[in-house]
């Protein structure tokens, strides 16, 4: 990897954007920069590069990940051929925390410092795919109208357990849950459409969902998390990220307890997986049903047994998607142990 000339950290707000422009950690080349986060602020930003002789290919852009906010920045300093990076904030939070002062100006440099230590573990920022792009934000509105639906089916049944009942309460609360399932089946209508008329990410659903269990919705989150399938799904990552991965937790010769999962994962996509390990143990036919009922024998949990589908599921996903092929009932595994 090319080691930058110049290391651009920048602390992104809704209104505005706080600018430090490095040659190393604690090498500081300009006063900071504080411009609005707008196309006018995107403008002097890019005068104050060149005023610093700053080129694109120089330069090793970093910023935290906060949605919205810096999504338009990305966009426009992608198009000028800067080398952008966006990091999780709690990660550069742990890797260079805050001793002292906190200014934006300050969380800036401190993203540029942390751009420049770790520069060999950065992964270049890039444009999703429209498709991916638009499938993302109908599956996060689809995630906020079940939350909605579910809170309102909940005041639904409350009003329906009063002693006395109000006709016009239990209509309107009717009618908005009537009102949110009707969107979220639209969502969930443009969303098949969206997949399977793309000629990549189309053929790559189609696979997963010939996995039993797996469905459209589960297909989606999994196109979302990589990229439209531009990256490749590598299971235990993805079971680490999902909180589904039993971690051993011991110390010394005292603390010592059962290996568990985390459960704290992306929710949105940790629901569809459940759901999905839930319909293969019980279908006649696949490896699942003897397992569940073996290890129900062994004394393990049924959420235990879940958990462990949920990760051969993962397995079986990502296999056909490297392989091209549907998924086989009756495969067995020339390579059991990859």
Excluded at 13 to 35: I, N, W
Excluded at 115 to 143: C, G, H, I, S, Y
Aim: charged content about 25%.
């Amino acid at each position: 990897m090319d080691t930058p000339q110049f290391y651009v950290g920048i602390d992104v707000a809704s209104e505005t954007l706080a600018v430090a422009l490095t040659r190393g950690p604690g090498q500081t080349a300009a006063k900071p920069l504080a411009v609005a986060n707008d196309p006018d602020g995107f403008a002097a930003l890019a005068a104050w590069l060149a005023e610093h002789a700053v080129a694109p290919d120089q330069a090793r852009v970093c910023l935290e990940s906060t949605g919205v906010y810096g999504e338009a920045l990305c966009y426009w300093l992608h198009d000028r051929g800067f080398r952008v990076v966006v990091e999780d904030a709690a990660r550069v939070r742990r890797a260079m925390p805050v001793a002292g002062a906190k200014t934006d100006a300050l969380d800036a440099a401190r993203i540029a410092d942390y751009a420049a230590r770790f520069l060999d573990e950065l992964r270049p920022w890039a444009p999703a795919d429209a498709v991916v792009e638009q499938v993302q934000t109908l599956l996060t509105t689809r995630e906020q109208l079940t939350r909605e639906r579910t809170a309102k089916l909940n005041a639904r049944r409350m009003l329906a357990r009063k002693a006395v009942q109000t006709p016009l309460a239990i209509r309107i609360a009717d009618d908005a849950v009537d009102y949110l399932k009707a969107r979220i089946i639209e969502i969930d209508r443009e969303v098949k459409r969206l997949v399977s008329s793309h000629p990549t990410i189309g053929p790559a659903v189609a696979l997963l969902v010939s996995v039993p269990g797996v469905g459209h919705l589960l297909a989606s989150h999994l196109c979302v998390a990589t990229g439209g399938f531009s990256r490749p799904l590598r299971p235990e990552q993805a079971s680490a990220w999902l909180g589904i991965c039993p971690l051993d937790f011991e110390s010394g010769s005292s603390v010592r307890r059962k290996p568990r999962s985390r459960g704290d994962g992306p929710s949105a996509i940790r629901k569809p997986l459940y759901l999905a390990s839930m319909r293969p143990v019980s279908i006649d036919g696949s490896p699942h049903p003897a397992y569940s009922r073996r290890k129900t024998a062994e004394g393990k949990s049924g959420r235990l047994v879940l958990n462990n589908v949920s990760n051969k599921l993962l397995r079986v996903a990502a296999a056909v998607l490297r392989d091209g092929e549907p998924y086989e009932g009756g495969h067995v595994s020339t390579r059991p142990t990859i």
